[in-house]
């Protein structure tokens, strides 16, 4: 129910954002809207903890700026390594694991990996990550682990005596 | 202060531009098509947000701006989603990445240097 509401607020905060205009009218329409949204999503199942993380807004935003900077650290040595004369590139395949307990911060995880340029998830299974990376720097800024434990700590579980959080596809609430 | 705001929009806006140019020059430049989708990456993250960026100060505080910043949000989200899926068509494609073997294949690699420098 929560999840619900919170994503009926969001998404009429979109729709406001979207139109500009405060009248009745268009008002109204966009509550018609968003209560027939919710509903279908209500009845394909897909508001839960995993479709509408409201528990991770807090979180995510302390590990945005983090994942900000590494993308533009991450963005300047790839730009210097094309644009160098000789393009010293290492590509290189490797297998990484992932300490997320729950698949929405697996995905977190290989996104952000995705996000960050020089490093590319190819395949998830399971807990083990398939990553191209360009150079050996990346390579290596990636094996460190650092990201891994960040999107670990920020996932890390919303309530855990609930026992949907466990599985993933728990009954609708 | 207009000064400023134009000075950090422009400032961006080029920065912007770079960036693309630099992941447009890398999609041309490197090798196969898993080590281009680090060049898209550029693209995709610095380039269009910077340009967006410098457009929001451009737009001051209006709709206009919390509207760019949703693009850079959903640009955000499905770029990643997009480049892991053409990832996994490619392997799945049989396109198999282009690897580089320090310890045997160095003698190779500087061979496909000066191949791919010829070309």
């Known amino acids: 129910m929560l999840h619900a509401v919170s994503l009926g607020l969001v ?74 004369r000789e393009m010293p590139i290492n590509p290189s395949v490797f297998k990484t694991r992932s300490t997320q307990k729950t698949e929405l911060g697996q995905v977190v995880y290989a996104n952000s990996i995705t996000l960050t340029p020089g490093t590319v998830s190819i395949e998830v299974d399971k807990d083990i990550i398939t990553v191209h990376a360009l150079t050996r720097e990346t390579a290596d800024d990636l094996r460190s682990g650092e990201m891994d434990r960040r999107v670990t700590s920020m996932e890390a579980h919303p309530d855990s005596h609930d026992p949907l959080v466990q599985t993933t596809k728990g009954p609708v609430q | 202060m207009a000064v400023v705001l134009d000075i950090v929009s422009w400032g961006l806006l080029a920065l912007g531009s770079f960036m693309l140019m630099t992941g447009g020059l890398g999609l041309i430049r490197l090798p196969d098509v898993f080590s281009r989708m680090h060049a898209a990456g550029i693209i995709d993250t610095l380039g269009a947000s910077a340009i967006m960026a410098g457009l929001m100060f451009q737009a001051g505080l209006s709709i206009v701006t919390v509207k760019l910043g949703l693009i850079i949000i959903f640009i955000m989200f499905t770029g990643p989603t997009a480049t892991h899926a053409l990832a996994r068509a490619a392997g799945q494609g049989g396109a198999a990445p282009q690897l580089d073997k320090p310890e045997k294949k160095n003698k190779k690699r500087q061979e496909e240097g000066k191949a791919s420098s010829k070309t």
């Open chain 1, 11 to 84: 998404l009429f905060g979109l729709w406001l954002m979207l139109s500009g205009y405060f009248v009745g009218l268009l008002l109204g329409l966009g509550v018609a809207s968003v209560a027939v949204i919710v509903w279908v999503a209500h009845r394909m199942d897909v508001i839960d903890h995993e479709g509408h993380p409201i528990h991770l807004t807090v979180r995510a935003f302390l590990y945005w700026p983090w994942l900000i900077r590494e993308i533009v650290m991450a963005n300047i040595h790839v730009a210097r390594v094309i644009l160098s």
